[in-house]
């Protein structure tokens, strides 16, 4: 098994060798959210001006290249929207006033050096990340990361428990995988076998 964590933003090189190493297995899971609310939300880094920084965002997944079967680990739009509703209003509202905003300073300000701020994602939760909680952006990070951590986990278990042997490719965002690593290792007890450095960009 192969988990790509993944960045939003790279070089096209980064996304076309994930593409095409994933695509090799037998399965590959990926993630993806088709919603309005998303498209909004995801404004804070699609609006950056990748032609600037010679970077771009993650492109969809090449059609009908590689042979993998290719498996949705995502949640559908509706569950998606219907969680987002459950977010106090004024919450939401900053949010997509935010995401705009966001993507704008990082269109006008932003270097390879400052997006390469804060990329790395450890498997055990940080003493800043434990201490930093409250009620708002506990219920925010249900909706935007535990309750996807939980489909994609289900739809990898299903596939481990097929009685064929197979490669497996997990193409989703890093910030899913401590999610996904903590299953393997209680699941089965799974553990690392190796690793492998991909350049996401340079810096500048």
Known sequence: MTLFPMVHIGEARFFD??????????????????SPVVEHLTRSYRWLDGGRLGLVTQPRMPAGAGGAERIHADVSQAEFEAAWKTLPLALRILCVAYAPWTGLRRRWF????????????????????????????????????????????????????????????????????????????DYAGFRPAGSEWMTVFGLD
Request: glycine residues 4%; charged residues 30%.
């Open 17 to 34: 060798e994930v593409y095409r190493d994933a695509l090799d297995h037998d399965v590959l899971l990926f993630e993806g959210v088709k």
């Open 110 to 185: 932003s270097t390879r050096d400052s997006l390469s701020q804060g990329l790395d994602v450890d498997d055990l939760r940080t003493r800043e990340s434990s201490l930093f909680w409250d009620a708002d952006s506990a219920a925010l990070q249900n909706v935007i990361r535990t309750r996807r951590d939980m489909r994609l986990c289900e739809k990898l278990t299903a596939v481990l428990d097929r009685t064929e042997e197979l490669s497996i490719a997990v193409v989703f965002g890093a910030n899913h995988m401590p999610a996904v690593s903590r299953m393997l290792s």
